[in-house]
């Protein structure tokens, strides 16, 4: 072939070859959401004076949960971290092991002139009610918005990017304000989520700061009553939540209901030997029949035959002080004592037809478990929706095709609307901004109550415990830290269903009768704003009033019956919280 041609065959194929590179790079650009910024980006803003290329100014705002995270995550402080981190996780937790390489790696501390914010402060969220309680974690008032960006010398023509020098949990913090903000009226162009958080921009080779040092920061007058257009659609309310469960439309598909609770680490105990050791049941879980000790189940404690000394169950799981500087003599592993997984056959409730799937547990103080009725549970024997299925490799988010994929595993396309909740609102804003803005779904909605409220609006309470829920024990791995937890059920849970008229036992059809479930509750046997009889798969937490001694359930006012405040003959429209906000500066 003439060279000359060979020359232009070549040039023509490298032309297409760019053309090709180019049209893909801008296809995937496209697919990232204006609200989502990298962290080379905001290098060069930061090195043009916190100022993007329009000239707008640039505030960097680090998200953290608490107060304490101030001296600990946002300082990038090894030793305080270190204390901070043992006392919650365990000396020997990964977490904790991790710091050190952490800090090695320069992932510790924020970016140079981060302003701090706490996510679980009085600003951002609050006990509001929309009617018949109030619940803890509310999205904040405008008075409140407005004092926390004046706080941060935030005005209208900046551009707001948000970020978390926290680690864990990175998915919770950055979105639920961001959420905040889009609800009161902010543009996703105004406010941005930094891909990766603080951990992505020091991956970029970017330096982190130490310290608690922040900019001084002039108070602005901004105020979000003078915003042109609010997206109070973003959020549903109490009453509109159970007109939807009402209707039907949670049920026959006309919406999506998501519930985005994690699955708990849950285990059930085997029971496959008596107390002699010979093989069998007996009623006793394997777990409290140890050689050398004998076990009180009134105070739920082993007592060492040799010397008399006492252990609870963590320490006998987990403690080598319990086992003589050996492992543990428990029974308990993956092989032995396996997790629940999906489906199972042991703690489990029945969704469709025979299929079994795992009761999410409220990680808040409630009433009762079980979901609203009709809602899709995060995980099933055909999908997996859970965080660590659609988090991205190093707090990055994944590609919009990459997440479509995994939610149309579970029959989300994005097509109908979508309605999500959690426990509390914020890890329900990361699957809100994971689907409106990673995926692209238009119509995606927030239950701001979620299950805080909702397991709290009781009109009925068990009378004895065939329905209360028979976990016999938590656990911790990293004794005595007081997480992670590890969940024990001694027994397959008997959960109730609503047929129209009265609470049944789905799984044996037997009517609850007054014996087993009776009126009474926070709503005094109210109806009206009843979610007991509008949620599926119930099972009662412990009361103080109803304990099962046989299996050692304890009351406990963090997690199981609160003391919660109603008015259950309210009779406004149960959305007060979006008719307190429309009309603010109005």
Same mark, same amino acid.
């Given at each position: 072939?003439?060279?000359?041609?060979?020359?232009?065959?070549?040039?023509?194929?490298?032309?297409?070859?760019?053309?090709?590179?180019?049209?893909?790079?801008?296809?995937?650009?496209?697919?990232?959401?204006?609200?989502?910024?990298?962290?080379?980006?905001?290098?060069?803003?930061?090195?043009?004076?916190?100022?993007?290329?329009?000239?707008?100014?640039?505030?960097?705002?680090?998200?953290?949960?608490?107060?304490?995270?101030?001296?600990?995550?946002?300082?990038?402080?090894?030793?305080?971290?270190?204390?901070?981190?043992?006392?919650?996780?365990?000396?020997?937790?990964?977490?904790?092991?991790?710091?050190?390489?952490?800090?090695?790696?320069?992932?510790?501390?924020?970016?140079?002139?981060?302003?701090?914010?706490?996510?679980?402060?009085?600003?951002?969220?609050?006990?509001?009610?929309?009617?018949?309680?109030?619940?803890?974690?509310?999205?904040?008032?405008?008075?409140?918005?407005?004092?926390?960006?004046?706080?941060?010398?935030?005005?209208?023509?900046?551009?707001?990017?948000?970020?978390?020098?926290?680690?864990?949990?990175?998915?919770?913090?950055?979105p639920r304000l961001w959420w905040t903000l889009y609800y009161w009226g902010f543009t996703p162009e105004k406010i941005k989520i930094l891909n990766g958080g603080n951990k992505a921009y020091a991956l970029a080779g970017y330096k982190l700061e130490r310290g608690i040092a922040q900019?001084?920061?002039?108070?602005?007058?901004?105020?979000?009553?003078?915003?042109?257009?609010?997206?109070?659609?973003?959020?549903?309310?109490?009453?509109?939540?159970?007109?939807?469960?009402?209707?039907?439309?949670?049920?026959?598909?006309?919406?999506?209901?998501?519930?985005?609770?994690?699955?708990?680490?849950?285990?059930?105990?085997?029971?496959?030997?008596?107390?002699?050791?010979?093989?069998?049941?007996?009623?006793?879980?394997?777990?409290?029949?140890?050689?050398?000790?004998?076990?009180?189940?009134?105070?739920?404690?082993?007592?060492?035959?040799?010397?008399?000394?006492?252990?609870?169950?963590?320490?006998?799981?987990?403690? /080598?002080? !319990?086992?003589?500087? #050996? &492992? $543990?003599?428990?029974?308990?592993?993956?092989? *032995?004592?396996?997790?629940?997984?999906?489906?199972?056959?042991?703690?489990?409730?029945?969704?469709?037809?025979?299929?079994?799937?795992?009761?999410?547990?409220?990680?808040?103080?409630?009433?009762?478990?079980?979901?609203? /009725?009709? !809602?899709?549970?995060? #995980? &099933? $024997?055909?999908?997996?929706?859970?965080?660590? *299925?659609?988090?991205?490799?190093?707090?990055?988010?994944?590609?919009?095709?990459?997440?479509?994929?995994?939610?149309?595993?579970?029959?989300?396309?994005?097509?109908?609307?979508?309605?999500?909740?959690?426990?509390a609102g914020a890890l329900g804003s990361f699957y809100f901004y994971v689907l409106h803005e990673v995926c692209g779904f238009e119509n995606i909605r927030m239950y701001d109550g979620s299950w805080q409220e909702w397991a709290n609006l009781t009109a009925f309470e068990p009378a004895?415990?065939?329905?209360?829920?028979?976990?016999?024990?938590?656990?911790?791995?990293?004794?005595?830290?007081?997480?992670?937890?590890?969940?024990?059920?001694?027994?397959?849970?008997?959960?109730?269903?609503?047929?129209?008229?009265?609470?049944?036992?789905?799984?044996?059809?037997?009517?609850?009768?007054?014996?087993?479930?009776?009126?009474?509750?926070?709503?005094?046997?109210?109806?009206?704003?009843?979610?007991?009889?509008?949620?599926?798969?119930?099972?009662?937490?412990?009361?103080?009033?109803?304990?099962?001694?046989?299996?050692?359930?304890?009351?406990?006012?963090?997690?199981?019956?609160?003391?919660?405040?109603?008015?259950?003959?309210?009779?406004?429209?149960?959305?007060?919280?979006?008719?307190?906000?429309?009309?603010?500066?109005?």
């Amino acid at each position: 072939m003439d060279k000359r041609i060979m020359k232009k065959s070549s040039v023509f194929l490298i032309l297409l070859l760019t053309i090709f590179v180019g049209s893909w790079a801008n296809a995937q650009a496209a697919q990232q959401p204006s609200s989502l910024i990298e962290p080379v980006l905001l290098k060069k803003w930061i090195d043009n004076g916190y100022r993007t290329e329009k000239g707008e100014r640039v505030v960097i705002i680090d998200v953290v949960p608490g107060k304490e995270s101030r001296e600990s995550w946002f300082a990038g402080d090894l030793a305080k971290l270190r204390v901070q981190i043992a006392k919650k996780y365990g000396g020997d937790s990964p977490s904790y092991r991790l710091l050190v390489q952490q800090d090695q790696a320069g992932f510790l501390g924020h970016i140079p002139g981060a302003l701090l914010n706490v996510s679980h402060g009085d600003l951002e969220t609050m006990a509001r009610s929309d009617g018949p309680m109030a619940a803890d974690h509310e999205v904040g008032t405008g008075a409140a918005i407005d004092e926390l960006l004046q706080g941060h010398g935030i005005t209208h023509d900046d551009v707001i990017v948000i970020t978390s020098s926290q680690q864990t949990p990175w998915m919770a913090c950055p979105p639920r304000l961001w959420w905040t903000l889009y609800y009161w009226g902010f543009t996703p162009e105004k406010i941005k989520i930094l891909n990766g958080g603080n951990k992505a921009y020091a991956l970029a080779g970017y330096k982190l700061e130490r310290g608690i040092a922040q900019p001084r920061v002039k108070p602005s007058k901004i105020t979000v009553a003078s915003l042109p257009t609010r997206h109070f659609e973003a959020r549903v309310s109490l009453q509109e939540m159970i007109d939807l469960v009402d209707s039907g439309k949670t049920v026959n598909g006309s919406v999506v209901l998501l519930d985005v609770r994690q699955p708990p680490a849950a285990y059930y105990l085997k029971d496959e030997r008596k107390s002699n050791g010979t093989p069998g049941s007996d009623g006793i879980p394997d777990i409290y029949q140890i050689p050398g000790f004998s076990y009180n189940q009134k105070d739920k404690s082993f007592t060492r035959t040799s010397d008399k000394q006492r252990f609870n169950l963590s320490q006998m799981l987990f403690s /080598k002080e !319990a086992n003589d500087g #050996k &492992s $543990a003599r428990v029974i308990f592993s993956r092989a *032995a004592s396996r997790p629940i997984t999906l489906p199972n056959e042991f703690m489990g409730i029945h969704s469709s037809g025979s299929a079994l799937l795992a009761i999410p547990i409220g990680g808040r103080s409630g009433d009762f478990e079980g979901i609203i /009725k009709g !809602a899709h549970l995060i #995980k &099933s $024997a055909s999908y997996d929706l859970t965080v660590p *299925a659609i988090a991205g490799k190093d707090n990055r988010f994944n590609s919009r095709d990459a997440l479509r994929a995994v939610f149309a595993k579970a029959g989300i396309d994005g097509k109908k609307p979508i309605i999500i909740y959690c426990n509390a609102g914020a890890l329900g804003s990361f699957y809100f901004y994971v689907l409106h803005e990673v995926c692209g779904f238009e119509n995606i909605r927030m239950y701001d109550g979620s299950w805080q409220e909702w397991a709290n609006l009781t009109a009925f309470e068990p009378a004895d415990t065939t329905f209360v829920r028979h976990d016999v024990e938590t656990v911790y791995p990293s004794w005595p830290a007081p997480a992670p937890s590890v969940l024990l059920f001694s027994r397959e849970n008997r959960y109730l269903e609503w047929n129209g008229t009265q609470f049944v036992n789905d799984a044996t059809a037997l009517t609850a009768t007054a014996l087993q479930v009776k009126p009474g509750g926070t709503l005094k046997g109210n109806l009206r704003w009843d979610t007991l009889h509008r949620s599926e798969h119930i099972v009662f937490r412990p009361s103080a009033k109803v304990n099962d001694a046989e299996h050692f359930q304890t009351f406990n006012s963090d997690t199981d019956w609160p003391s919660v405040d109603t008015i259950p003959d309210y009779d406004g429209y149960g959305n007060e919280i979006l008719t307190e906000d429309r009309s603010y500066g109005k």
